[in-house]
T-cell receptor, first 114, second 117 residues
């Protein structure tokens, strides 16, 4: 059973508008979350992360929000650009596991239309 | 730095054949891992290693073997390929095997696409 879920396989947004990608998790022990971006024929690359002690983290156009009570996180991209078109994965890990073991969602394919 | 490299990029196998997927990193990272990516399933951890000589199983280890004789290399062996092992395989590395703030980011290779007939 997947512990990290991305229920929207795809999302289409107009250039300049906001993209919101969602991720839900079931394991309450997860305390660190990351977003990765993946282009076709490439490996995922790190985008942004958030620790459970925070509820928001910003990096330029990218902001991640964490709602621990709802076990939900979201990635906001403002403004969206055509180059943002990619598959986005969220990932989570738990400190009690000690090692850097991460659980990934199934990904959301974002298409930003010019 | 080349980062994380994987070979081959693409491979076709017949059921029952064996093969080794190669992974190497030149960043002196202690932690390395193998994932498989399947449609609708995301990336699932197959095996991981916290340092040379130390490996452990992830979520989906059956049918795969690993070893870590050096810090740089972490090959993944398919003992007897099955159609269910058709997937894209990613190798990743992290500076530290332990949860260390600022060092949690994994660096991924470009992937190996495997087709088992």
């Amino acid at each position: 059973d997947q512990q990290v879920k991305q229920n929207s396989p795809s999302l289409s947004v107009q250039e300049g508008r906001i993209s919101i990608l969602n991720c839900d998790y079931t394991n309450s022990m997860f305390d660190y979350f990351l977003w990765y971006k993946k282009y076709p024929a490439e490996g995922p690359t790190f985008l942004i992360s958030i620790s459970s002690i925070k509820d928001k983290n910003e990096d330029g156009r990218f902001t991640v929000f964490l709602n621990k009570s709802a076990k939900h996180l979201s990635l906001h991209i403002v403004p969206s650009q055509p180059g943002d078109s990619a598959v986005y994965f969220c990932a989570a890990s738990a400190y009690r596991y000690n090692f850097n073991k991460f659980y990934f969602g199934s990904g959301t394919k974002l298409n930003v239309k010019p | 730095n080349a980062g994380v490299t994987q070979t081959p990029k693409f491979q076709v196998l017949k059921t029952g054949q064996s093969m080794t997927l190669q992974c190497a990193q030149d960043m002196n990272h202690e932690y390395m891992s193998w994932y498989r990516q399947d449609p609708g399933m995301g990336l699932r951890l197959i095996h991981y290693s916290v340092g040379a000589g130390i490996t452990d199983q992830g979520e989906v280890p059956n049918g795969y073997n690993v070893s870590r004789s050096t810090t740089e290399d972490f090959p993944l062996r398919l003992l007897s390929a099955a159609p269910s092992q058709t997937s894209v395989y990613f190798c990743a590395s992290t500076p530290s095997p332990f949860r260390t703030e600022g060092q949690e980011t994994q660096y991924f290779g470009p992937g190996t696409r495997l087709l088992v007939l």
